[in-house]
């Protein structure tokens, strides 16, 4: 069976609309690259966090990082244990432990690519 490139493009907004709908809850960095990869390969609008990513950037990732490690006084890995280990006790807690293991993947997932650097 061959797929051609109207059945691919459908399938590809099938899949953005899918990634929207879960994101945050279900992302998965290597997958988010590779959705936004297909995007550009069949000149389909990426997902709205490539722009809230500033185009999943290096940099951007970094930066949230950084920002975590300021406000936690800590390095990223040790506040990501410390909650694995006794759980989050604010909602603060969570969405910085979300962020925090999203930007971490996205930037193994980015190096691991070999996705070329975008903006920053």
Same mark, same amino acid.
């Given at each position: 069976?061959? =797929?051609?490139?109207?059945?691919?493009?459908?399938? %590809?907004?099938?899949?953005?609309?899918?990634?929207?709908?879960?994101?945050?809850?279900?992302?998965?960095?290597?997958?988010? %690259?590779?959705? =936004?990869?297909?995007?550009?390969?069949?000149?389909?609008?990426?997902?709205?966090?490539?722009?809230?990513?500033?185009?999943?950037?290096?940099?951007?990732?970094?930066?949230?990082?950084?920002? =975590?490690?300021?406000?936690?006084?800590?390095? %990223?890995?040790?506040?990501?244990?410390?909650?694995?280990?006794?759980?989050?006790?604010?909602?603060?807690?969570? %969405?910085?432990? =979300?962020?925090?293991?999203?930007?971490?993947?996205?930037?193994?997932?980015?190096?691991?690519?070999?996705?070329?650097?975008?903006?920053?």
């Amino acid at each position: 069976m061959e =797929i051609g490139t109207k059945e691919l493009e459908g399938l %590809i907004r099938y899949a953005k609309a899918q990634c929207e709908a879960k994101c945050p809850q279900e992302r998965n960095a290597e997958i988010c %690259i590779r959705l =936004i990869e297909l995007c550009k390969v069949v000149d389909v609008e990426p997902p709205l966090c490539y722009e809230e990513t500033d185009g999943f950037s290096k940099g951007f990732f970094f930066a949230k990082i950084r920002e =975590i490690e300021r406000r936690r006084n800590k390095p %990223i890995e040790e506040f990501l244990l410390e909650l694995k280990e006794g759980g989050p006790k604010t909602l603060e807690d969570e %969405i910085d432990r =979300i962020d925090g293991e999203f930007a971490v993947e996205a930037l193994r997932a980015i190096d691991s690519r070999g996705a070329p650097e975008r903006k920053q």
